[in-house]
């Protein structure tokens, strides 16, 4: 009884990997569908608490912006100075 057990499971070893597969694939796309869900959600709902709120969109982005373009120059040297394949 115990040969025809792993024998069994020998065969369905493929199979149950398949199953554990596809149910990761699924919960992966749950999650993802999920935060492409409030993602939408938010995209509607923060310019409208802007606007609600009186506060200008313009004014938080600008921030933002100037931080970005301050990064990039700070950091482009670094960057640029670095040979294909990583830090040497």
């Known amino acids: ?13 493929n199979e149950i990997e398949l199953k554990c597969y596809e149910i990761k694939k699924a ?37 933002a912006l100037i931080f970005l373009v301050a990064g990039t120059f700070l950091l482009s040297p670094i960057i640029l100075q670095n040979k294909i394949g990583g830090l040497q």
């Open 27 to 63: 919960r992966q796309e749950r999650s993802l569908g999920r935060c492409f869900s409030l993602l939408s959600v938010l995209f509607v709902i923060i310019p409208v608490l802007l606007v609600f709120f009186g506060i200008s969109f313009v004014t938080m982005v600008i921030p």
């Open 1 to 13: 009884m115990n040969e025809n057990a792993s024998k069994m499971l020998e065969l369905l070893d």
